[in-house]
């Protein structure tokens, strides 16, 4: 009876302890980033008119800010096309005027990096900013998966990718990323990143 007893309340401990959570907004969007990788081979940044809203290159290429709209609409059923343009239509100033544009452009706007920055900080998603030069592996503030990163590639170009892992393993301990850099869609240590900049922490939506 005691032995019964013991084996039933072990199992019951057991299957608690390994029932699976709830999945998080930022596990689905990680999920979402990892299932492009052998999808996305190509890295391809031309300017192409393509349909508004829900509109995409073909996935087989794109560019670093591709594989965020993917996941994000993949796993949330957020637009950022949509969303980044309608709020690009009402506060055009807000938004950087790099390229001379006179107006809003809803087939690139939400593929440039620094248009998702200065959107996820109007949405009160960023968790931290670069004021003076950071190592690429350097963020402050702790990472979450599902968190966004951006950077200035040789302290010029700007990147972003997502966060997919907080720890890695033996071989490549620490956070790992989600991008497409030019190898199309792939996983990376975050310490890949140690010789460029560190520019920008997002989280968005928030919880």
């Not at 560019?63 to 343009?85: E, F, M, P, S, T």
């Not at 963020?139 to 990718?161: E, S, Y």
Request: hydrophobic share 40%; with cysteine; glycine share 6%.
């Amino acid at each position: 009876m005691l032995r019964r007893h013991f084996l039933r309340a072990s199992f019951s401990a057991f299957a608690v302890a390994t029932l699976p959570s709830e999945s998080t907004a930022g596990d689905k969007l990680a999920s979402a980033a990892r299932n492009q990788i052998g999808v996305t081979t190509a890295y391809d940044p031309r300017y192409i008119r393509i349909p508004y809203p829900n509109g995409d290159v073909l996935r087989t290429s794109g560019v670093c800010a591709d594989v965020i709209v993917r996941a994000y609409r993949d796993a949330l059923a957020l637009d950022l096309q949509k969303l980044l343009h309608e709020d690009m239509q009402a506060n055009f100033a807000a938004y950087p005027r790099t390229w001379g544009m006179a107006h809003p452009d809803a087939n690139i706007d939400h593929r440039r990096v620094i248009n998702l920055e200065a959107f996820w900080t109007r949405a009160n998603g960023r968790l931290w900013q670069a004021s003076q030069p950071t190592a690429g592996d350097a963020f402050p503030q702790p990472l979450a998966v599902g968190d966004l990163l951006t950077w200035r590639l040789n302290a010029k170009f700007p990147h972003v990718a997502i966060v997919s892992a907080t720890s890695g393993s033996l071989f490549h301990p620490g956070p790992r990323v989600i991008h497409n850099w030019g190898n199309g869609a792939e996983e990376l240590p975050l310490s890949t990143f140690s010789p460029h900049r560190a520019q920008g922490h997002y989280r968005w939506p928030k919880a």
